[in-house]
Structures are given as C-alpha cells and as structure tokens.
C-alpha cells in the first residue's frame, strides 16, 4: 500500500533527509502518537488527525499503548537476560512514561541510551526530561532515520558500536517510503552494529484488518505531512534478514506477552506486527 498522492498546497521538501521546523498549524508523527497515549503535548492539527484515523480504525490508541509496552518489557528482558547495555533508540517521539533508558537503568544502571528523532519539539522536550542516572549516560540527536550515516557518527560519541547494542524501530519503518528502500537502511543500521546486537521493530500493517486499515490510512496520509507506507507480515519479517529471530518471531505484539511478560492489552490482533532479532557471532563484553 503506498501513501497518496500529496495534498496540492501542502509543503513537501526535496529533499527526504531533510529536517522540519517547528509548526503547530500541522501534524506531527509524534504529536499525533502522543495524542493516542494521553498525552498533553499535542496541538489542534495532531488531534484532528488522530481522531479521524481513530473513527475508521477505533483500536489504533490501543496499537499505540501496546508499542510503548512492548518497548518497556523488550527493554528489560535484553537488559536483564541478554546483558544489553546500550541503546539506539531512532524514531523515540516524544518522552512518556517507562522511556527506554530508564526502563535499562533499573536493570542496569550503567546503561547508555542515545535518542533519535527528527522532530525538533521532540528533541526539545526530551534533552529537558530524558536525563540519566549517575552511572549511565543518555543523548539525545536530531537526524532522519535515512540519515544512517549521521546518527551513527553522532551515536558513537555516546555508544561503543564494538560492543552488543540493541536498535529500535518502533514504529519508525513505516515512514520510509519503498522509493527510500527501508530494508538497505536497516542493513546499514545493523551492519555498523557489533555481533550479539539487537534489532527490535514495530511496524504497522496491511494485512491486519485490511478494510478498516485502508481507510485510516487514507485519512492519515490525506491530511498528514509525512504519509506512511504500510506493509505485509513478509515485507517485515524482511526487516530482520541475517538476523536470529528472538520469541515467537514477527507477530502480533500481543503474541509477544507470556514471552515477554507484562501486559500486551485485551486485543489479540492490531493491525501491526513486533519482533526481535539478534546478529549472530559472538556475545562480546558490556560497554564500560
């Protein structure tokens, strides 16, 4: 499914890797998530968007609620179990509750988390409240994920790449047009990465719901800026090609609960898929 065509008048720059300004007369990808959570730092435009997605696919706030869980109870297992102790976070949108360094640095209080989004009212609000612990460290970066080049240099001021990172993509991936080839920017991400790495995604679907997913996708890419591509169960699972599936593989992120523990919602079935795949070789040491 791809996005519609843009809306005569509306602003679309060049360039895909370029970096918006602040606006509140428009929706933001972040803002219109943050809505969905409950949150309050969301505009006119955001709301707007956000419930008329909300009209023809009513489970979309529960698809949102689930992703934040799934991040917090991922966080933890590779933390806990998997002696994971830095984080690419891309994609983080705006801060809410259980963010992903200090979901790490409950488990490991020495843990570094780097931050990427694009949106500069994100990095805004999170150099103000994402700060670390005392053993750890925390960063916070603006790029584009396409932009791989970037955040990995700016990254590795904060994060050892020759040590086992864990990357997330969480609801990330579906903004990148087929054009911008979203599976050659993951394959650079995890190239870049150490072997004993993590790549976690959560991406939203076309073959989950496909009638009611059609018309909030219309909806959303006819009055959003940044339009999104949905895709198949197998065009996600391609996402984690070279890697070692980790759980019950690419699913529902209901499916993941009794592996991951915690609590996925009442709904068995949302019209996204989750997974986690490790790049095989050697464990390797914690960063210090």
């Given at each position: 499914m791809t996005p519609m065509t843009p809306v005569p008048g509306r602003h679309h720059d060049a360039s895909p890797c370029?970096?918006?300004?602040?606006?509140?007369g428009s929706a933001t990808p972040?803002?219109?998530?943050?809505y969905?959570?409950?949150?309050?730092?969301?505009?006119?435009?955001?709301?707007?968007?956000?419930?008329?997605?909300?009209?023809a696919l009513p489970v979309i706030p529960a698809v949102a609620r689930q992703t934040r869980q799934f991040l917090a109870s991922a966080v933890q297992l590779l933390a806990r179990d998997h002696g994971i102790r830095q984080f690419l976070d891309i994609g983080a949108g705006l801060p809410t509750a259980c963010n992903t360094h200090e979901v790490a640095q409950r488990v490991a209080p020495s843990s570094r988390v780097v931050y990427v989004d694009h949106d500069p009212v994100v990095l805004t609000h999170a150099r103000a409240l994402l700060t670390s612990g005392p053993q750890g460290r925390v960063a916070c970066l603006q790029a584009?994920?396409?932009?791989?080049?970037?955040?990995?240099?700016?990254?590795?001021r904060t994060l050892d790449f020759t040590h086992p990172t864990a990357v997330l993509l969480l609801a990330v991936l579906h903004f990148i047009p087929g054009a911008d080839d979203p599976h050659a920017v993951v394959k650079r991400l995890m190239g870049a990465m150490a072997p004993g790495s993590f790549l976690l995604v959560v991406h939203g679907a076309n073959d989950i719901l496909p009638g009611h997913v059609a018309e909030a996708l219309r909806r959303y890419n006819?009055?959003?800026?940044?339009?999104?591509?949905?895709r198949s169960r197998a065009e996600i699972a391609g996402f984690f090609e070279?890697?070692?599936?980790?759980?019950?593989?690419?699913?529902?992120?209901?499916?993941w609960e009794q592996f991951l523990g915690g609590d996925m919602g009442r709904f068995p079935e949302l019209p996204c898929y989750a997974g986690i795949g490790r790049k095989p070789g050697a464990r390797g040491n914690d960063a210090s």
């Open positions: 370029s970096l918006p300004g602040f606006t509140a972040s803002r219109i998530w943050d969905w959570l409950g949150g309050k730092d969301n505009f006119a435009a955001d709301r707007a968007v956000a419930d008329a997605v909300a009209q584009d994920i396409r932009d791989t080049a970037t955040i990995l240099a700016d990254a590795a006819d009055m959003s800026a940044e339009p999104l591509t949905l070279g890697l070692t599936p980790i759980g019950p593989g690419v699913q529902a992120p209901a499916a």
